[in-house]
């Protein structure tokens, strides 16, 4: 079986699926067969999940849309009230097994969560405890904004209180007017006690392959080598 990475954002809209493709190329760059995950997609447009269509096209290997992304929803909703308005019910269980497909068949699974790390998936369950079924090293993508510094922090606590490995963050300057943005960035890189693995710079295209090129993937060797 292949390693796996579970990319999260402390928020929505703060560009998982870009640095989850930008790990994919970066991967892919040493050699391996990579695959890209988004379990849950909510919001689609002209009958097809962007996010979902972006990790399906970066991924080297032969894979179904259905094994990248087991649930698609229409409405760009949080997940439990999108499964709700269409009478499905999530399972982790199916998720899971589609991930252990994916992983057998690649050396790196990057997997894609959806919103925040506590984001609501059915009735009882949240985006925690998909994380704590595949139990895979995280990777936190930042937003770089005003109130940045709450909502890294508190995800990365929720992360460790769940029991998981916060292996590396990703810093994204979507705000290009923020203030202070080095001392808010050293500020994480002082308390979220993980490797940065790249800065991204404001950028309105994100080009994933450009983008990969500055992700020091080195400092997560020990989770995947």
Same mark, same amino acid.
């Given at each position: 079986m292949g390693a796996g990475f579970f990319v999260i954002g402390t928020d929505t809209g703060i560009g998982k699926t870009t640095v989850s493709c930008a790990l994919l190329h970066a991967f892919a760059a040493q050699g391996n067969k990579v695959a890209g995950m988004k379990p849950i997609a909510a919001g689609s447009e002209n009958g097809k999940w962007p996010d979902v269509e972006l990790? @399906?096209? &970066?991924?080297n290997i032969s894979i179904t849309r259905q094994q990248i992304n087991p649930? =698609? @929803?229409?409405?760009?909703?949080?997940?439990h009230i999108a499964a709700q308005q269409t009478g499905t019910e999530i399972d982790l269980m199916i998720i899971h097994q589609a991930y252990q +497909?994916?992983?057998s068949k690649a050396d790196i699974v990057i997997v894609e969560g959806a919103g925040g790390f506590l984001v609501p998936i059915n009735q009882q369950q949240t985006g925690a405890d998909l994380a704590i079924k595949l139990n895979?090293?995280?990777?936190?993508v930042v937003g770089m904004r005003l109130g940045c510094l709450n909502h890294a922090l508190l995800t990365a606590q929720a992360i460790r209180a769940?029991?998981? &490995?916060?292996?590396g963050w990703v810093a994204n300057c979507i705000d290009p007017q923020m203030r202070v943005l080095e001392q808010n960035i050293a500020t994480l890189e002082q308390r979220l006690g993980c490797p940065l693995l790249s800065v991204?710079? $404001?950028?309105?295209?994100? +080009?994933?392959?450009?983008? =990969?090129?500055?992700? /020091?993937?080195?400092?997560? +060797?020990? $989770?995947? /080598?």
């Open positions: 990790l @399906f096209a &970066t991924s649930y =698609a @929803f229409d409405s760009p909703i949080s997940p +497909e994916l992983s895979l090293p995280m990777i936190l769940a029991g998981l &490995t916060l292996a991204l710079s $404001f950028d309105l295209k994100m +080009e994933s392959q450009k983008i =990969a090129k500055s992700l /020091v993937i080195s400092k997560l +060797e020990k $989770f995947w /080598v």
